[in-house]
C-alpha cells in the first residue's frame, strides 16, 4: 500500500480527516482549501488503487494547478507519474485521478469514483444541475468520501450542501474557515483587507459567509418554471424573438417568448456554423413562429448579419451592446423573473445560464454582468433582447390603457 504521508496544518485537519461520505468545507481566501484537498486526494487514491476525480471551473485551471500543486506535492515520486494533458488524467504510482471541469460537465458522466474533489464550489456549483445530475450519481456509492471547497459565491446548491453538513445528516459534514483561523495571514494584513473591501466583499471572501444574492442577477429562478409551455406556434398568436450572434468561441442563440403569455417557447443553439446558415436558421424561426418581430445583437460583425435579415424581408431592429443598454436590458429581465411576468421551460442549459449569470463590482465602483470565466451568456443575452421587445409591448398596452380610462 502506497502513501504519500502528508501532513496538514493543525486547523484543518478536522476536515480533511473526516470520514462523512461529502465533506463541505466553505472557506476565505488564502486558508490553504486547495493545497490541502489536493494532498488529502493524491494520498487517498495511493493507499487505495483507486480512480478518483478531481472537479475545477474551466479546462485551462486543470493544466494550471497540475503544476503549481500537483507536481509539487508528488515532487518524491514524480518521475513514476505520467500526466496525459489531452485526456486530463493524472497517473500514480498507484492509481490514478481524472479531471474534469464544469465547462464541460458532459465529459464527466458515466464513472462511479471513490474518492473526489469539488474545487472552487462557490462557482461550480452555482449550476446546480451540475451537482444533481452529474456529479452526485457518480458519488453515491458505497465507501465514498469526498471533499466539496471553496469561498461562497452567493447561496447557490454549494449553501445547500453545507446547510446539510450542519443539519445532522451523517453522509454530511460541514468545517468553515474565515482568515482569522490560517496561519497564512497575520493580523495586519486581515486589518488591511477589511479596511479596503467593501464590507459584503469581506464577508463573503474572507469570512466565507453565505449572503442571499450576493453576485447573483436573476433570483426565484425556479419559480418561472412551467411544464406545459407549448413547443409548436398558435396560428394567430404573436412571437418577439431574440438573437444573440456568437463572437469566435461562443454560441448564437434564437429565443422565441410568447408576446402574449410571455412564455419562452423556443429555443436554438449552435456554434460553429457560417454566417450564410446562421442566418438561414434564424429566417428559418421567423417563418415558423407566425413572422414575429426580431431584435438581433448588431455589434461588431453583427451589423452585417442585421443589414442582411433586413434585406431578406424579416422585420428586425438592430441592438448595438454597449456598457449602459446591456445593463438595462440585464436589469428588465431581473426584475421580469423577480415578478414572475416570464416563464421558461424546465430546460437545464437555460436554468443553468441564469444561475451561473453574475455581476462584479470593479475598482472603480461600476457593475459589469457576464457568466463566470469560461462559461456562456448567450441563452441570458438573447433572452434578454427578446424581453426588450415583450416589455415595449406591454408598457404599449398600458398606456393606451390609461388612455381609455382617461387617466
Known sequence: MSRLRATYPRFLKPAIESKAKHTIIPAGRQTGKTWNTAQWLIEETMAL????????????NIDKYIDRYFRKILDSVWQSCKWNSQRKILTLPNGAIEFGSAQKPENLEGFNYK???????GTIL?????????????VKGDNVMGKIVGTPKGRNKFHELAALGRSG??????????VYDSPYWSEKQIETAKRLSPELV?????????LEGEGMVFRKI??????????????????????????????TVI????????????????????????????????????????????TGAGDSVFDDLKAMGLTVEPFRF??????????NLAVAIENKDIFIPNNPLIIDELEMYEYTITKSGNVTYSAPDGFHDDIVMALCLAWSLAKRKKQTVQIMSKAELGI
Open 322 to 331: 454597449n456598457s449602459s443598454n446591456k445593463a438595462e436590458i440585464v436589469n
Open 222 to 251: 425556479k419559480e418561472i418554471i412551467k411544464h406545459d409551455i407549448p413547443q409548436e406556434p398558435i396560428e394567430g398568436r404573436r412571437y418577439l424573438i431574440g438573437v444573440d450572434l456568437a463572437k469566435h468561441v461562443d454560441f
Open 49 to 60: 488503487g483507486c480512480i478518483s476525480l478531481w472537479i475545477d471551473t474551466v479546462h485551462p
Open 126 to 138: 452555482k449550476k446546480s444541475s451540475l451537482w444533481d445530475n452529474t456529479i452526485y450519481p457518480m
Open 169 to 178: 445528516d451523517e453522509d454530511y459534514q460541514t468545517f468553515k474557515y474565515t
Open 115 to 121: 474518492r473526489y474533489v469539488i474545487n472552487e464550489a
Open 202 to 210: 469581506f464577508k463573503q471572501e474572507y469570512m466565507a459567509e453565505f
Open 255 to 298: 429565443t422565441v417568448l410568447d408576446a402574449e403569455t410571455h412564455e419562452l417557447v423556443y429555443i436554438d443553439r449552435f456554434n460553429q456554423i457560417d454566417w450564410v446558415l446562421q442566418k438561414a436558421r434564424i429566417e428559418a424561426a421567423w417563418k415558423k413562429w407566425n413572422k414575429g418581430k426580431v431584435i438581433v445583437d448588431s
